[in-house]
């Protein structure tokens, strides 16, 4: 039997326990409080952004780099070689990758594209130190928990006025629009003509978006063994977004479960299934998700702009010039694809990340990204189910190559955790700063010995 990193780091229970007492060190509380607050920052300000070179730079990525060097400061956080290495290894091939690109003159390569996604992923290179990993994520789950449900309130909420009377407006309309993020179907109606819109919380990018949020709350309520009620409030919240893919990522996770925990859970978890299927079908909620269900099949859809039509496009685009296969077309001609496509057709075509990968930075470029994808957030991870999760909702349901709403969650529930045999022996083997700190200096807990 063949027992990899993963496996060994998966807990037999499925609930994921709290730490011992005996496990926590006074100084974690500032770094509980500091990841609370990118949490905090990543689900309710996700909209805002600020003006940088002609386009918008989603506030989001400031603060999480922010973040990441006050943590570093404090020694709170410590460079993870093995994320790090293969961080260098998908950088230099990709900028590789765009080299040829640009000598070959294509016109839709753009250099800040490239410092984009240098940026957006240099915080995954960083993480807890081991006995800090294993103390501090429940408690960030539960914080989790805690941001969610406030999120599948709100989302409740918005529904609900408009079903007495009041009649949908953007609250965030006061900000200028420079500073909110364009590009996104922030709000339109469940249904075309209906004046009743999906609700997106009022602070999400998307009903998409707030459908994927609550699913990931769901799935970490799950793991923490939850109240019952917080799972009521999460499905009628995920049910006013309208949204499919919220439905799909909890449907991924709910096959992780059941893999994980066997024929007991999946029979308790199709019978909730069940029994919502059941109510919704007496409401004329049925019909819309219905729709939903085989909107695939038309052109104009959501499910096809997001499901269909990226991979048809890239299939086409590959097809012309077998260069491309290789290297790619370039960084950012996934996006300048789809603002022409939208231009011509006023529809919105969201490239997922394996398409957008492939379009700019060829085969060459997507492999090694796809093996700092597996050290981002699946070596060493704290939990499959979590893992799997986030991997389909990063590789899959978003946009999120150069998202930081998407990896900045990843790393907040998954990657900053992850503990390999390699990370643990680096860690052992670092010199311990107790003899060199002057006496009575409180040492902060990455700088102690684990």
């Not at 949204?243 to 992780?256: D, F, H």
């Not at 702009?305 to 299939?315: G, I, K, N």
């Not at 900053?416 to 700063?433: A, I, K, L, N, Q």
Request: charged content about 15%.
């Amino acid at each position: 039997m063949v027992t990899t990193t993963l496996t060994t780091r998966i807990p037999r229970s499925w609930v994921i326990p709290t730490a011992e007492a005996t496990e926590r060190r006074p100084g974690n509380a500032r770094i509980l409080k500091t990841i609370t607050v990118l949490l905090c920052a990543n689900i309710f300000l996700q909209r805002l952004a600020l003006p940088a070179a002609g386009a918008q730079l989603q506030l989001i990525l400031p603060i999480t780099i922010i973040g990441v060097a006050v943590m570093l400061s404090h020694g709170d956080i410590q460079l993870n070689i093995g994320r790090f290495r293969t961080y260098l290894l998908a950088m230099t091939t990709c900028c590789a990758a765009a080299l040829v690109s640009f000598l070959r003159e294509l016109d839709d390569s753009a250099l800040t594209s490239l410092v984009l996604l240098f940026a957006t992923y240099i915080p995954l290179c960083f993480g807890l130190a081991p006995a800090d990993a294993k103390a501090i994520f429940p408690r960030v789950l539960d914080r989790f928990v805690t941001l969610t449900t406030i999120l599948a309130g709100i989302a409740l909420f918005q529904f609900a006025i408009q079903l007495v009377g009041w009649r949908y407006t953007d609250v965030l309309s006061v900000i200028p629009a420079d500073f909110r993020m364009q590009g996104f179907n922030t709000s339109y109606p469940v249904q075309y003509g209906s004046d009743l819109y999906k609700s997106n919380a009022f602070i999400c990018l998307e009903p998409s978006f707030c459908s994927q949020f609550l699913a990931f709350g769901v799935v970490v309520c799950v793991l923490r063994n939850g109240s019952w009620w917080r799972y009521l409030l999460y499905v009628l919240a995920l049910l006013s977004t309208v949204s499919g893919t919220g439905v799909l990522l909890l449907a991924a996770a709910l096959v992780l479960l059941s893999v994980h925990k066997g024929a007991r859970f999946a029979t308790t978890a199709l019978a909730g299934v069940a029994v919502v299927v059941l109510i919704l079908s007496f409401t004329p909620a049925a019909s819309i998700f219905a729709e939903r269900a085989t909107e695939t099949s038309s052109n104009n859809s959501s499910g096809s702009l997001r499901f269909v039509q990226p991979y048809t496009r890239t299939w086409d685009t590959l097809g012309k010039d077998p260069a491309t296969v290789i290297f790619g077309q370039g960084p950012g001609f996934a996006d300048r694809d789809a603002i022409a496509f939208f231009l011509r057709t006023d529809l919105p075509l969201n490239y997922a990340l394996l398409p957008k990968l492939v379009l700019e930075y060829g085969v060459l470029g997507t492999v090694a990204f796809l093996a700092f994808l597996l050290s981002m957030f699946v070596r060493g991870s704290p939990s499959f189910v979590l893992s799997g999760a986030v991997v389909v909702f990063y590789s899959v349901l978003s946009g999120g190559l150069l998202s930081p709403v998407v990896t900045t969650l990843g790393m907040l529930l998954v990657s900053w955790y992850t503990v390999t045999p390699e990370d643990e022996r680096w860690s052992r083997g670092r010199p311990s700063p107790r003899a060199a700190a002057p006496s009575g200096t409180l040492l902060a807990p990455a700088q102690r010995d684990v």
